[in-house]
């Protein structure tokens, strides 16, 4: 298996946002606080396919950007995922979506998008990098432990305007350098 990471430019726009993200959700992270940090347990939930809408993002804008850009996932030479990732407000790296397709999980391609993202970060003299996921995406929330990050805050209400009846909790996750 070959894996290329690859910085999107005009060419590649047409790939953008074309891989499966859903995900199959059948447990949860529960929020505890213990000697001043936020950890968790794991619990079952029952299971159900997680789709997330796609936002309207002018991809236009990240060609050539300073302050922002898409790295592109290709395995064997066919797309397997993305990681968008700007310098934030705050003097953060922010990893706004990452996605890899069902097909192409647990093969690494998350992990080396995620490490491409923390490099762009240290080149451009970011202090870290952050990111925010849900409770219910465990499998990402570990790749991101994996990688370093710790989970720094919560949210319980974020998605509380979008389905007032969701128990998703937001995580905020960082990787201080």
Not at 55 to 70: G, H
Not at 117 to 144: D, F, H, R, S
Request: charged letters at 30%; aromatic letters at 14%; hydrophobic letters at 40%.
């Amino acid at each position: 298996m070959e894996l290329v990471i690859r910085e999107m430019d005009r060419d590649s726009l047409p790939h953008i946002n074309q891989c499966d993200a859903s995900f199959i959700v059948d447990s949860k992270l529960v929020l505890f606080a213990e000697d001043g940090r936020i950890r968790y347990t794991i619990v079952k939930v029952p299971r159900y396919t997680k789709q997330y809408g796609r936002e309207e993002v002018d991809y236009n804008t990240f060609i050539s950007s300073p302050d922002k850009v898409v790295f592109f996932a290709d395995v064997d030479g066919e797309f397997a995922g993305q990681v968008r990732v700007m310098k934030y407000w705050n003097g953060y790296a922010y990893i706004d979506d990452v996605a890899v397709d069902s097909e192409y999980r647990r093969h690494g391609v998350g992990r080396a998008l995620i490490e491409r993202a923390i490099e762009w970060a240290k080149e451009k003299g970011l202090p870290g990098l952050m990111l925010e996921t849900q409770n219910n995406n465990v499998a990402a929330c570990k790749l991101y432990e994996q990688c370093g990050f710790e989970l720094r805050g919560f949210d319980t209400h974020l998605y509380k305007g979008l389905n007032p009846d969701t128990d998703e909790i937001a995580l905020y996750w960082y990787l201080i350098f």
